[in-house]
């Protein structure tokens, strides 16, 4: 899966990213190698969270899709 994030400055050192298609999923790091590093659990967490959520019907077909 690809996913677009955006990796800022921050005022206080190092770099914030977050993800615009993710509300909310947001991270940080001293180095850019750390923040990205971050917001990949960050994601993993997030759609983590999201499937666990999903409370298919009984009349629901579940299927899985490759991004």
Partial sequence: MKVKVILEPSEEGGFTVYVP?????ISEG???KEALANIREAIELYLENIEDDAQPSEKATVK???L
């Fill in 21 to 25: 298609s993710l509300p909310g999923c």
């Fill in 30 to 32: 001293e180095t850019e």
């Fill in 64 to 66: 899985e899709l490759i």
